[in-house]
């Protein structure tokens, strides 16, 4: 039986800032047209991490039980250990996706935009078929359009939208610049995994550009957002603090644009994590002042 700090580990705290910097920048972004709502901002925080611990745990139970974590060089794996049972971690799963549905709920019923029911159940079906089911979009070089739009463009602009009643220029280049460093957090795990997902027959879109490809890849996303600060930062001088997110994104960068292989590749979800967590809550102060 699986330990608590094993369980907490399973639940990978390393891709939080996933779910955090979306709802901070999308917050800011409402706030910078009047339309903040506090408690509204909490529940969607609360979707976003219940979506985000929900599809970790989805993924530990699909990849485990295909046997693609039978020789993992990334983080612990609750299935693929043997630490814990599928169907529990299945279970842990689905319990978590039933909490970010009442949480969701809870913000349908503050803003009354019940027709988003459709893009709440969306965004659950897309947690649980990134790896589970006959055929998952993730073994098919979907899973980083997926992240785009999920933990970008609709976690962005939903949580601007359930607070302020609309979408505006700023929230889309926001939600742009939190997608493309979400989707560089999956490009760095996934050309970590290239080798062992080529022998597990796992085809991320990492395994169909190659090596080199995925490595151009990840510098093009790390640096968009910083494409987009310089665009706001014509009407907002207060976006281009966000430059500040470069930082964490030195060690990164020089690892894989060096060739870095393996566990080596690790710290750079954590340090692309961070860069993008300090980007978002930047990007959304500014747009709440400005």
């Given at each position: 039986m699986a330990t608590v700090a094993q369980w907490i580990e399973g639940a990978r705290i390393r891709t939080f800032p996933n779910a955090i910097a979306p709802v901070l920048a999308g917050t800011g972004a409402a706030a910078g047209v009047d339309g903040f709502d506090p408690l509204t901002a909490v529940l969607a925080l609360l979707?976003?991490?219940?979506l985000i611990i929900g599809v970790n745990f989805a993924n530990d139970y699909s990849d485990?039980?295909?046997?693609?974590?039978?020789?993992?060089?990334?983080p612990f794996r609750l299935v693929g250990s043997g630490a814990a049972r599928p169907a529990a971690v299945r279970t842990a799963a689905f319990t978590c996706f039933g909490l970010a549905a009442v949480a969701?709920?809870?913000?349908?019923?503050?803003?009354?935009?019940?027709?988003?029911?459709?893009?709440?159940?969306?965004?659950?079906?897309?947690?649980?078929?990134?790896?589970?089911?006959?055929?998952?979009?993730?073994?098919?070089g979907f899973g980083e359009l997926a992240v785009f739009v999920f933990f970008g463009l609709i976690a962005v602009l939903g949580t601007m939208y359930v607070q302020a009643g609309k979408i505006t220029?700023?929230?889309?280049?926001?939600?742009?610049?939190?997608g493309a460093l979400s989707c560089a957090v999956l490009v760095a795990n996934n050309l970590r995994d290239i080798p062992s997902d080529r022998v597990t027959g796992k085809r991320t879109l990492a395994v169909l550009l190659g090596d080199r490809d995925t490595r151009t890849l990840y510098v093009a996303l790390a640096l968009v957002p910083f494409l987009i600060t310089v665009l706001i930062g014509l009407r907002n001088s207060w976006v281009l603090l966000g430059f500040a997110a470069l930082l964490p994104l030195v060690v990164p960068l020089r690892a894989v644009i060096?060739?870095?292989?393996?566990?080596?590749?690790?710290?750079?979800?954590?340090?692309t994590g961070l860069?993008?967590?300090i980007w978002a809550a930047v990007t959304g102060g500014a747009l709440a002042l400005g």
């Amino acid at each position: 039986m699986a330990t608590v700090a094993q369980w907490i580990e399973g639940a990978r705290i390393r891709t939080f800032p996933n779910a955090i910097a979306p709802v901070l920048a999308g917050t800011g972004a409402a706030a910078g047209v009047d339309g903040f709502d506090p408690l509204t901002a909490v529940l969607a925080l609360l979707v976003s991490m219940f979506l985000i611990i929900g599809v970790n745990f989805a993924n530990d139970y699909s990849d485990g039980i295909r046997g693609t974590d039978d020789d993992r060089v990334g983080p612990f794996r609750l299935v693929g250990s043997g630490a814990a049972r599928p169907a529990a971690v299945r279970t842990a799963a689905f319990t978590c996706f039933g909490l970010a549905a009442v949480a969701g709920l809870g913000v349908l019923f503050r803003s009354g935009q019940w027709w988003m029911l459709a893009i709440g159940a969306l965004c659950i079906a897309g947690a649980w078929f990134y790896t589970g089911g006959k055929r998952p979009y993730g073994y098919a070089g979907f899973g980083e359009l997926a992240v785009f739009v999920f933990f970008g463009l609709i976690a962005v602009l939903g949580t601007m939208y359930v607070q302020a009643g609309k979408i505006t220029g700023f929230g889309i280049g926001a939600a742009v610049g939190v997608g493309a460093l979400s989707c560089a957090v999956l490009v760095a795990n996934n050309l970590r995994d290239i080798p062992s997902d080529r022998v597990t027959g796992k085809r991320t879109l990492a395994v169909l550009l190659g090596d080199r490809d995925t490595r151009t890849l990840y510098v093009a996303l790390a640096l968009v957002p910083f494409l987009i600060t310089v665009l706001i930062g014509l009407r907002n001088s207060w976006v281009l603090l966000g430059f500040a997110a470069l930082l964490p994104l030195v060690v990164p960068l020089r690892a894989v644009i060096s060739g870095a292989q393996g566990r080596a590749l690790i710290p750079a979800l954590r340090d692309t994590g961070l860069a993008m967590l300090i980007w978002a809550a930047v990007t959304g102060g500014a747009l709440a002042l400005g």
